[in-house]
């Protein structure tokens, strides 16, 4: 815990959190800024069998492959890269700090940011859907799928990043890694889904069919069983 303390005093003025606001609140108004002129969104708010809910819930979805590969790769690289500066490794195993630690302690802030944007994600859905009305029942299970699902991608790309940001002196190879995974994550709906479920970044994109049903021809709400993401 002294450690966790002291990898946030180190924080104080590296402006992460004003960073992870910054990326997060883009992504937000790029996704709900669309809801506004979209006529199928709109006609659906009004219908209580529509899949309004799934259909707010699959923005977030959408995007984030895009978005989460950058803000994880950003943070992680921002909370490390002091590491490299100087001799700071050798000066905090001389205060005998182990690396594992430190790893540790990077890789808990940077997931606790990372889960802070999806429940900020999952309580805009909430609140931009009975801001315009929605008279559907709010699918909870579906929006706990959604929670659930992102969170498991998301702590294996948290993974990729720290590591890679620890052990790169130069920050352009964790932040190239991110930047690949973003594109990655924002072309996997075009690629086989064998290939998608293997690069772990499009594994976002099976988080867009939460709670919808398309086989009777027309997009229906349906029980999320948790298999879209598992």
């Given at each position: 815990?002294?450690?966790?303390?002291?990898?946030?005093?180190?924080?104080?003025?590296?402006?992460?959190?004003?960073?992870?606001?910054?990326?997060?609140?883009?992504?937000?108004?790029?996704?709900?800024?669309n809801y506004g002129n979209n006529k199928n969104f709109l006609n659906m708010v009004s219908d209580p069998t529509a899949p309004?809910?799934?259909?707010?819930?699959?923005?977030?979805?959408?995007?984030?492959?895009?978005?989460?590969?950058?803000?994880?790769?950003?943070?992680?690289?921002?909370?490390?890269?002091?590491?490299?500066?100087?001799?700071?490794?050798?000066?905090?195993?001389?205060?005998?700090?182990?690396?594992?630690s430190i790893w540790f302690c990077k890789f808990t802030i940077v997931s606790t940011l990372m889960m802070l944007a999806i429940?900020?994600?999952?309580?805009?859905?909430?609140?931009?859907?009975?801001?315009?009305?929605?008279?559907?029942?709010?699918?909870?299970?579906?929006?706990?799928?959604?929670?659930?699902?992102?969170?498991?991608?998301?702590?294996?790309?948290?993974?990729?990043?720290?590591?890679?940001?620890?052990?790169?002196?130069?920050?352009l190879v964790p932040m190239s890694i991110g930047m690949v995974g973003a594109l990655i994550g924002f072309i996997s709906t075009?690629?086989?889904?064998?290939?998608?479920?293997?690069?772990?970044?499009?594994?976002?994109?099976?988080?867009?069919?939460?709670?919808?049903?398309?086989?009777?021809?027309?997009?229906?709400?349906?029980?999320?069983?948790?298999?879209?993401?598992?």
């Amino acid at each position: 815990m002294k450690y966790l303390w002291l990898e946030l005093y180190k924080l104080k003025h590296r402006k992460v959190f004003l960073t992870f606001l910054v990326i997060l609140g883009v992504e937000l108004l790029f996704v709900f800024s669309n809801y506004g002129n979209n006529k199928n969104f709109l006609n659906m708010v009004s219908d209580p069998t529509a899949p309004a809910w799934e259909d707010l819930i699959i923005g977030p979805a959408a995007i984030n492959g895009l978005f989460f590969p950058i803000l994880a790769a950003v943070i992680a690289s921002r909370i490390c890269d002091m590491e490299h500066k100087g001799n700071t490794w050798k000066l905090l195993e001389c205060n005998n700090q182990n690396r594992k630690s430190i790893w540790f302690c990077k890789f808990t802030i940077v997931s606790t940011l990372m889960m802070l944007a999806i429940f900020i994600q999952s309580f805009t859905i909430i609140i931009y859907g009975n801001s315009v009305g929605i008279v559907q029942p709010l699918p909870v299970r579906t929006l706990l799928g959604f929670v659930l699902g992102t969170a498991m991608i998301t702590f294996v790309v948290v993974t990729i990043q720290v590591f890679f940001s620890l052990v790169c002196t130069n920050q352009l190879v964790p932040m190239s890694i991110g930047m690949v995974g973003a594109l990655i994550g924002f072309i996997s709906t075009l690629l086989p889904p064998g290939i998608r479920n293997i690069l772990i970044w499009g594994n976002y994109a099976e988080l867009m069919v939460l709670g919808q049903d398309t086989s009777s021809g027309d997009l229906q709400s349906s029980g999320c069983s948790g298999q879209a993401f598992l």
